[in-house]
């Protein structure tokens, strides 16, 4: 079956950086375009960044210059490196799969929190 598990979220002051992974298995997952995404308290899930399979990324404006999206096909995973961390990136995120134009399957998430 399809899992994606996250790793490497923590408490980090502003300015700092972070490096998370997702781990993928249970799919081909060259095949497959990926997806990081974050909920913040009481706020809706938004999107951050996107990888293809091909290696095009995409990035929100609000973390366009500071994230960086990437992946290894030979270790099936998918990387946000993160830097620059501002109070307002904290939040639970999350990687995801893009399957036909839609998400479907989420890891369990990492929290990032940014505080001084």
């Known amino acids: 079956q399809v899992q994606l598990v996250e790793s490497g979220g923590g408490l980090v002051q502003p300015g700092g950086s972070l490096s998370l992974s997702c781990a993928a298995s249970?799919?081909?997952?060259?095949?497959?375009?990926m997806g990081w995404y974050r909920q913040a308290p009481g706020r809706a899930r938004e999107w951050v960044a996107t990888?293809?399979?091909?290696?095009?990324?995409d990035y929100a404006a609000s973390v366009r210059g500071r994230f960086t999206i990437s992946r290894d096909n030979a270790k099936n995973t998918v990387y946000l490196q993160t830097k620059s961390l501002k109070p307002e990136d904290t939040a639970v995120y999350y990687c995801s799969r893009r399957n036909y134009g839609r998400q479907d399957y989420w890891g369990q998430g990492t929290q990032v929190t940014v505080s001084s």
């Open positions: 249970g799919f081909i997952f060259q095949n497959y375009a």
């Open positions: 990888v293809t399979s091909g290696g095009t990324t």
